[in-house]
């Protein structure tokens, strides 16, 4: 077996989770190094209850636990929020755009450590690997980067276990409970197990932050979210930090059963997977921006800033947050929010989030253009020439086939 590199410390980007908890052994054990754990708080609640202890135990040096919630909104999940980013149709990127946060806190840890070595629990077939190395390719680029997972002789979730079970290090997975989970203020996700078949209805007990939507309230729940640039920043009109107003949306749409996705996408790495995801704060807000927008942007700028959304969507999906193009995108999502304030008034109910109204200072929407009564700003008898001149293309190219299709007869 080749000797491995010599590592003095390494800094691991920890959970707590099953893989993070058993590569602090394994690093000590093959690299024979110093290994300083850290652990983002960016929503994931109750997991982060005894982590510290359980890091010590396991033969860390320390246990770094940054609280990143408001950053980690303000900085990353609303301005996705705002470009109007969706991947694949269905996924609002929670897990996506954490990485990018939680990998630079992570250098910044290594700098102070003087650590000479970043290490992840990604594995080698995932999105993730790809997104904590390219944020560490962008800020620390002289750091090693060690990947259990693309070097141990673990090649399943089972191994994982049972290694361990070995070393007697608690963890909450089992071969029963084997998903895969990841959990923050936007989203919680669930993968592996029964889910690798598509057909499979995903278990009841699987999810965890939303209530099936035919177990929901019958009496459904009437909100007006307000907008403040793109920015969302009131629940029927009470301001509230960026923390508690997701909080509020995520428990008010778990209640109703709201955000529940089933997916199957295109990984970046070339293989198509399949998730659950859990999302009702963001869905609340996605489908409340969408709206104000549909009010108070032109058409020429909305329809333009549909296709910006797809591009970014799939930047921040594969892992480029650091880079000079998604800067120049949200530089471009800035001019077009400006005008984007107001409030959209939404029913929460078995599962539906259903607009029911929404009303901005900026509104571009005219009655007295839009009735279809007797209008003094508005001539029917001009559309006559508008339509002429619109259609005038499809009108040349009919007339040049007939004359070709004459000419070919009388041939």
């Given at each position: 077996?080749?000797?491995?590199?010599?590592?003095?410390?390494?800094?691991?980007?920890?959970s707590?989770?099953?893989?993070t908890?058993?590569?602090?052994?394994?690093l000590?054990?093959?690299?024979?190094?110093?290994?300083?754990?850290?652990?983002?708080?960016?929503?994931?609640?109750?997991?982060?209850?005894?982590?510290?202890?359980?890091a010590?135990?396991?033969?860390a040096?320390?246990?770094?636990?940054?609280?990143?919630?408001h950053?980690?909104?303000?900085?990353?999940?609303?301005?996705?929020l705002?470009?109007?980013a969706?991947?694949e149709?269905?996924?609002?990127?929670?897990?996506?755009f954490a990485?990018?946060?939680?990998a630079?806190?992570?250098?910044?840890?290594?700098k102070?450590e003087g650590?000479?070595?970043?290490?992840?629990?990604?594995t080698?077939?995932?999105?993730?690997?790809?997104?904590?190395?390219?944020?560490?390719?962008?800020?620390?680029?002289?750091?090693r980067?060690?990947?259990p997972?693309r070097?141990?002789?673990?090649?399943?979730?089972?191994?994982?276990?049972?290694?361990?079970q070995e070393r007697m290090i608690?963890?909450r997975?089992s071969?029963?409970?084997?998903?895969?989970?990841d959990?923050n203020?936007?989203?919680?996700?669930?993968?592996?197990?029964?889910?690798?078949?598509?057909?499979?209805?995903?278990?009841?007990?699987?999810?965890?932050?939303?209530v099936?939507?035919?177990?929901?309230?019958?009496?459904?729940?009437?909100?007006?979210?307000?907008?403040?640039?793109?920015?969302p920043?009131?629940?029927?009109?009470?301001?509230?930090s960026?923390v508690?107003?997701?909080?509020?949306?995520?428990e008010l749409?778990g209640?109703?059963?709201?955000?529940?996705?089933?997916l199957?996408?295109?990984?970046?790495?070339?293989m198509k997977?399949?998730?659950?995801?859990?999302?009702?704060?963001a869905?609340?807000?996605?489908?409340a921006?969408?709206?104000?927008?549909?009010?108070t942007?032109?058409?020429?700028t909305?329809?333009?800033?549909?296709?910006?959304?797809?591009?970014?969507?799939?930047?921040?999906?594969?892992?480029?947050?650091?880079t000079?193009?998604?800067?120049?995108l949200?530089?471009?999502?800035?001019?077009?929010?400006?005008?984007?304030?107001?409030d959209?008034r939404?029913?929460l109910?078995?599962g539906?989030?259903?607009?029911?109204?929404?009303?901005?200072?900026?509104?571009?929407?005219?009655?007295t253009?839009a009735?279809?009564?007797?209008?003094?700003?508005?001539?029917?008898?001009?559309?006559?020439?508008?339509i002429?001149?619109?259609?005038?293309?499809?009108?040349?190219?009919?007339?040049?086939n007939?004359?070709?299709?004459?000419?070919?007869?009388?041939?």
């Amino acid at each position: 077996m080749t000797a491995k590199p010599r590592v003095r410390k390494a800094v691991l980007a920890y959970s707590g989770g099953l893989d993070t908890s058993i590569i602090i052994p394994w690093l000590k054990e093959n690299y024979h190094c110093e290994v300083v754990a850290f652990a983002a708080d960016v929503g994931q609640n109750e997991e982060l209850d005894g982590l510290e202890e359980k890091a010590l135990q396991t033969g860390a040096v320390r246990l770094y636990v940054e609280d990143l919630r408001h950053e980690f909104l303000t900085e990353y999940a609303f301005p996705t929020l705002r470009a109007g980013a969706l991947y694949e149709r269905k996924y609002l990127l929670g897990t996506s755009f954490a990485r990018p946060i939680i990998a630079s806190h992570q250098v910044a840890i290594a700098k102070k450590e003087g650590a000479d070595a970043l290490s992840h629990g990604c594995t080698g077939k995932g999105n993730d690997q790809v997104r904590f190395e390219l944020t560490y390719q962008a800020l620390a680029p002289e750091m090693r980067v060690i990947a259990p997972w693309r070097e141990w002789n673990i090649t399943s979730r089972e191994d994982a276990i049972e290694y361990a079970q070995e070393r007697m290090i608690p963890i909450r997975a089992s071969r029963e409970n084997i998903y895969s989970r990841d959990r923050n203020l936007w989203h919680y996700s669930h993968e592996g197990g029964v889910l690798e078949d598509p057909w499979q209805e995903p278990p009841a007990d699987i999810f965890g932050i939303t209530v099936a939507p035919e177990e929901a309230p019958d009496t459904p729940h009437e909100l007006t979210l307000s907008f403040d640039e793109g920015w969302p920043v009131a629940i029927d009109g009470q301001k509230l930090s960026p923390v508690d107003l997701l909080a509020q949306l995520n428990e008010l749409g778990g209640k109703h059963g709201v955000g529940r996705i089933d997916l199957v996408e295109n990984r970046l790495v070339g293989m198509k997977s399949r998730g659950i995801y859990e999302q009702p704060g963001a869905t609340i807000l996605s489908t409340a921006h969408k709206e104000l927008e549909s009010i108070t942007l032109d058409r020429a700028t909305l329809h333009y800033k549909d296709l910006v959304a797809q591009r970014y969507a799939e930047l921040v999906y594969d892992g480029l947050w650091f880079t000079a193009l998604r800067e120049a995108l949200d530089a471009f999502v800035d001019v077009t929010q400006k005008r984007v304030s107001g409030d959209v008034r939404l029913r929460l109910y078995k599962g539906n989030c259903i607009v029911t109204g929404r009303r901005s200072p900026y509104s571009l929407y005219s009655e007295t253009f839009a009735t279809f009564g007797a209008s003094a700003v508005y001539d029917h008898s001009d559309a006559k020439g508008f339509i002429t001149l619109f259609g005038l293309p499809l009108k040349i190219t009919a007339l040049s086939n007939a004359t070709q299709q004459h000419a070919a007869g009388e041939a």
